[in-house]
């Protein structure tokens, strides 16, 4: 499958287009109305994305997050961890030890 070309300008008509093409990538169904609505809003949308392409970011370091992000999980300590009999306490089904599941595969 070929991508379509990015555009930069497009008339209303194209722009209803690529609401009707968006649409069926989704697998919704749109009303005409709806169709009005998300076009003029994907063309502010496009709109906002070329004046940003005025913007002079070559001192701008790349980063993948607009904010600091700090690791919140705790930290890894080595701790006693669950006993068999524990851990299978809560099990559906169980025997000789282990976790019985479902046959999947034939």
């Keep these: 499958m070929t991508r379509a070309p990015v555009r930069t300008k497009a ?4 722009m209803s287009l690529d609401v009707r093409y968006i ?3 989704a697998r919704i169904q749109l009303t005409p109305e709806e169709e009005r ?3 003029s809003q994907l063309s ?3 709109a906002y ?3 940003l392409k005025e913007l ?3 001192d701008v370091p790349p980063m993948t ?7 919140v999980t705790r930290k ?4 006693e961890g669950l006993s068999r009999d524990e851990a299978l306490r809560n099990a559906p089904a169980a025997e000789n030890g282990l976790f019985m599941t479902p046959k999947i595969v034939e």
């Design 11 to 14: 008339t209303m008509s194209e």
């Design 23 to 25: 649409a069926g990538l």
């Design 37 to 39: 609505q998300l076009s």
């Design 44 to 46: 502010q949308i496009l």
């Design 49 to 51: 994305a070329e004046k």
């Design 56 to 58: 002079d970011v070559r």
């Design 65 to 71: 997050h607009p904010l600091p992000r700090v690791n």
């Design 76 to 79: 890894d300590e080595v701790c």
